[in-house]
């Protein structure tokens, strides 16, 4: 891969050009040229202390990089979090290591929220700079710089301080630390960005052991995965990047850690991910259980209980909470800020957390079902709190809601709602059969009935051959896909084939799939990319109902839509670029799943990738 290694442009680097690191309470995003161009410290849901991805001249950045080189190369090292930039040029080669030390007990120093930096010549000798220029809060705070002689830099400003340690000596430039250094074969250059903690001067060899500590952990945890199908290396790849959504003091997950990156570029679909969806966290257990990872899947049940239980009586699950649990998530817009090549507005909070979303009580039961027969039992009191739950969803499922894409363009009954309705009590009434739990196993019979029919009578339509956005309307949507993965429809359902079919025919692209068909009704009326979610259902929809090969072969193009590090935006551009928000737990959670159902499929029917695929 080759890049501009001069001077950076005015534009921000492209979304993909990105890899992730993270400690399991925030992550930073690392540009294939060794720059820091977003981090949130010190979590996820922090205001930025880096930002460049959403304003070049004030968002803040921390760069390491090497003169006079050719190419920039990207990897994680084996089985890890660990990004290794390597600088190549015929007389020179140096090697960047990025990391965070993850909070567990096994790395000592994970108290301390902090990003290493590492550089290593391994050929020839070359020129190294380092630029810290943070900006603090969103870049609405101003700070002063401090060089430390033998130590580093101190950035403090009201929100908060930013303690730069370095192995070599810095000087202050604006509101910048600087450092220019030759390095010669075998030197290295040592940095640590912390988020306060004490001022103190590398001890020798430090970096290194926090290296291997890292390195130890992210080994140690993946080696817990129980697949081993024909997809691991992307199998794995998703599972840590899901564990690094986690935060780990509340088990919460985040959709994404990023906000604001457009799904398409100038327009306004430009949203705050960086907080917990019910509908993602749940399937993002699914996923992570499939794997063997049921510590992670325990930790989101009881920040779930949590939710329940602090539910005002008679009322409904939020959409979406703070990591922390708290509900108000105010949306507001930066003005300041130019936007991730000029998309605006950026937003912070999400107003999407006062949305009604009936769907969300469906992915919520059929995660606690599955936990409750693979990992743990469900205990009494989450279980009286879930049943409160499901006798509000009783009364109110039937009212117009906003919908699994969050559309604000007035509410309807979507299909899709609906669907998970039934889903609710269909796993409730397992749940209860099961464990014997006291239920309204009658009401919640009835209640699933009367859903199911109401999708099959009211959102069926004879004249498109299809299953419908909505009753009375003629949009596809392919959240519909899901049927048979939640065992709505069997796969070969004649309605849902015929279903599939016309979303082939108008939702479906060189083999990626469109949410929807956006003609302004959802309240929008930007254009946006192809839902990488809605491609891997479509994998998973088409191997359920026996088109392996085809399948096969669209999975396998989808791996190519990954960047160069196999990570996923939310969606992608009519040229393949990344839009959306980076890394995105959904799209990575979908893989998971596509891939452990395709293996299956694949193994059973000895099927190759089909030549004559329908696209």
Known sequence: ????????????????????????????????????????????????VFGTLLDTERGGSFSVRVRDVERTKQMYLPDSNVLLTRFL???????????????????????????????????GSATVEVECRPAFDYARAPHTVEVV????????GPAGTLVLRSSVPLRAEGDAAVATVVLERGRTLELAAQWGGDIRPFAPGEASRLLDDTLRY????????TYQGRYREAVERSALVLKLLV????????????????????????????????????????ALMRLGFTEEAAAFIDWLHHRCMEAPPGTGLQVLYGIDGRSELPETVLDHLAGYRGSRPVRIGNAAANQLQLDIHGELMDSVYLY??????????????????????????????????????????????????????????????????????????????????????????????????????????ASLLVMPLVKFAGP???????????????????SLVHRYRTDGTDGFGDREG????????????????????????????????ANHLGLYAEEIGAAGEALGNFPQAFTHLALISAATNLDRAVTANRAPASRHCRL
């Not at 015929?90 to 990003?115: G, K, N, T, W």
């Not at 679909?269 to 509908?279: H, I, Q, S």
């Not at 839902?531 to 088109?547: K, M, P, Q, T």
């Open 89 to 123: 040029a015929e007389a020179a080669v140096a090697e960047l290591y990025d990391f965070m030390v993850p909070d567990h007990p096994s790395c000592p120093a994970s108290s301390v929220r902090q990003i290493v930096r590492q550089v290593r010549m391994v050929r």
């Open 372 to 477: 409750n027969k693979y990992g743990e039992p469900i205990s009494y009191e989450l279980w009286e709190a879930l049943s409160r739950q499901l006798e509000w969803l009783e009364k109110h499922w039937e009212d117009p809601d906003d919908g699994i894409w969050e559309t604000r363009g007035g509410r309807r009954r979507f299909t899709y709602s609906a669907l998970m309705t039934w889903v609710a009590f269909e796993r409730a009434m397992r749940i209860a059969r099961h464990r014997g739990m006291p239920a309204p196993v009658e009401r919640w019979r009835d209640a699933a009935a009367t859903a199911y029919r109401y999708v099959q009578e009211e959102c069926w339509s004879p004249e498109l051959g299809a299953y419908v956005q909505y009753a009375e309307s003629r949009t596809l949507d």
């Open 530 to 561: 192809t839902f990488n979610l809605c491609s891997f259902w479509y994998v998973e929809a088409l191997a359920r109902a026996g088109r392996v090969g085809e399948a096969r072969y669209i999975f396998e193009k989808m791996i190519t839509h």
């Open 218 to 225: 992210w080994d140690g945890w993946l080696r817990r995965s």
């Open 1 to 48: 891969m080759k890049h501009d290694i001069g001077p950076r442009q005015t534009i921000a680097p492209p979304i993909e050009d990105h890899g992730v690191i993270g400690d399991l309470h925030t992550v930073a995003l690392v540009g294939v040229d060794g720059t820091i161009d977003w981090c949130c410290l010190p979590r996820f849901d922090a205001p930025s």
């Open 149 to 156: 002689e033998g130590v580093g830099a101190v950035f403090t």
């Open 492 to 510: 070969s359902d004649p309605r849902f084939l015929s279903t599939v079919r016309r979303l082939e025919d108008e939702l479906v692209s060189d």
């Open 247 to 286: 935060h780990q003091p509340t088990g919460a997950l985040v959709a994404a850690p990023t906000t604001s990156l457009p799904e398409f570029l100038g327009g306004g679909r430009n949203w705050d991910y960086r907080y917990t969806w019910v509908r993602d966290a749940a399937f993002t257990l699914y």
